[in-house]
């Protein structure tokens, strides 16, 4: 139980350090005011964190600190200049309805951080997709001036991007920009992959799909400009990496988690072309728990019945061994 904990730990401190990274980059498109929303964030989550164990009678460890990752990534999937108080009410969201009601952090179903982005989005979509040119700051408390659709928008509808892929590795281009960042993302995604602090099925899974389905049905004028873009925009990457491979919803065994992965992506690919719908990964990582939860019921199916047979592989072993060793008493009697 020590080294599970342990093992936990490090794989929050991985993906903090990693996030962390992000809001430095956020800070320098968007200001001090993307600092305040992600430190909002945060400390509404630890305080709701707070109250739902106190009430279920349990004492807040370290280990529950990972609400402030998902806060953190709940703060990096808004615009710099989203309202303090929705973002707070999200997390309170995130911590009390997405976590706590089903069991809280060991036993997590839903991400906390998808389910605090649909429901921002049921209720204020058009606050939620519109953001600030980058390298545009805005006071902590000011109101935005001129505010323009993401980039995820303008390939939707057009297949194309108005960006060179220097910007686009950058982050310079307009939309949340935990999301937009690739170049960090990619990073942060190797660093994680490599130290196994989230699920390499289920993102290589994500990531595989979207590049298929970007070539056979091409969302761009050519093949290659499909797939550059469409991993780029809708926050494919980013959702991949913190949301659809995160290690506490995923199924534990990279096969299974593979498929996971690879049939989300699948979904919200399709949702995309069909809909434009901005960030259809987010909203499909929601629709796609009960999958993970079948996977995950599976692992345990076959879990069980493993150790079923070692435990009666283990008996008849024993067994043959007491037989083996009354056997030549047997025969000393015999001889008598």
């Known amino acids: 139980m020590q080294n599970k904990t342990r093992s936990e730990r490090f794989i929050w401190i991985d ?15 968007y200001g001090v005011r993307a ?5 909002v964030c945060a400390g509404a989550s630890v305080i709701a964190e707070l109250i739902c164990l106190r009430l279920m009678k349990r004492r807040f460890t370290a280990d529950d600190l990972t609400c402030v990752s998902d806060a953190l990534i709940i703060a990096l999937m808004l615009p710099a200049t989203f309202d303090f108080g929705i973002a707070a009410l999200a997390c309170v969201f995130a911590v009390v309805a997405a976590k706590n009601i089903f069991g809280g952090r060991l036993n997590m179903i839903f991400s906390p951080a998808a389910a605090a982005y649909v429901f921002i ?26 505010l323009v659709s993401s980039a995820s928008h303008s390939f939707n509808i057009t297949g194309k991007l108005g960006y060179s892929d220097f910007e686009i590795l950058l982050g310079n281009m307009s939309g949340p920009a935990g999301a937009v960042s690739i170049l960090l993302l990619s990073v942060a995604a190797v ?42 925009t809708n926050m494919v990457l980013f959702a991949s990496l ?19 992965g690879f049939f989300a992506a699948i979904f919200s690919y399709i949702l995309v072309i069909t809909t434009a719908k901005e960030n259809a990964i987010v909203l499909v990582s929601l629709l796609f728990t009960p999958i993970a939860l079948g996977f995950k019921n599976l692992e345990k199916h076959i879990e069980l019945t493993i ?10 072993v024993s067994v043959s061994a007491d037989v083996s060793a ?4 047997e025969e000393a009697e015999a001889d008598e």
């Open 326 to 329: 009354g056997a030549p008493g």
């Open 307 to 316: 150790q079923k047979e070692q435990a009666e592989a283990a008996k008849n």
């Open 242 to 260: 913190y949301i659809i491979a995160d290690r506490r919803i995923a199924p534990k065994r990279d096969y299974y988690a593979f498929f996971y």
């Open 121 to 146: 989005y049921t209720s204020w979509k058009s606050q939620l997709l519109m953001f600030t040119e980058p390298h545009v700051h805005t006071g902590v408390f000011e109101k935005a001036g001129s």
């Open 15 to 29: 993906i903090m350090v990693t996030l962390l990274t992000l809001e430095l980059m956020n800070y320098f498109y």
């Open 35 to 39: 600092v305040v929303l992600g430190s």
């Open 191 to 232: 660093v994680l992959l490599f130290r196994r602090s989230v699920s390499a099925g289920a993102f290589i899974g994500s990531i595989s799909a979207t590049v298929i389905m970007a070539l056979i049905v091409p969302a761009s004028v050519t093949r290659a400009d499909s797939v550059k873009y469409t991993l780029v």
